[in-house]
C-alpha cells in the first residue's frame, strides 16, 4: 500500500530552509516517488511538504529518520510528520 508524509512547517526564512531541505541531510526523501514543497499564498515562509512513498514501511522508516535527525526541532511551529494513506482505498 502506498503512503505519504505531510509536514507543515512555518520556517521563517524560506529561502534559507530551502537550502537546507535541498541537502536531505536526514535522507527523509532517499525513498521517495514524489516531492512536493508548497507554499502558502498569504505567508511564503509556510509551507507544507509532501513526500510519497511506495509503501507504508518505506513513509514510517522516512518518519523515523527525520524526527531522529532533529532537523524539525529548530521550528516552534511544526504540524508533523504525518504519516497518511488514501482514506479511500
Do not use: C
Amino acid at each position: 500500500m502506498a503512503a505519504s508524509i505531510i509536514t507543515r512547517i512555518q520556517v521563517g526564512d524560506y529561502d534559507t530552509w530551502r537550502a537546507l531541505f535541498d541537502k536531505d541531510v536526514p535522507r527523509a526523501r532517499e525513498k521517495a516517488t514524489a516531492v512536493r514543497v508548497l507554499r502558502t499564498v498569504d505567508d511564503p515562509n509556510h509551507v507544507f511538504v509532501y513526500l510519497d512513498f511506495a509503501s507504508v514501511a518505506d513513509a514510517q522508516e522516512s518518519r523515523e529518520r527525520l524526527v531522529a535527525s532533529g532537523v524539525l526541532e529548530r521550528f516552534a511551529d511544526v504540524h508533523g510528520p504525518n504519516v497518511v494513506v488514501d482514506a479511500d482505498g
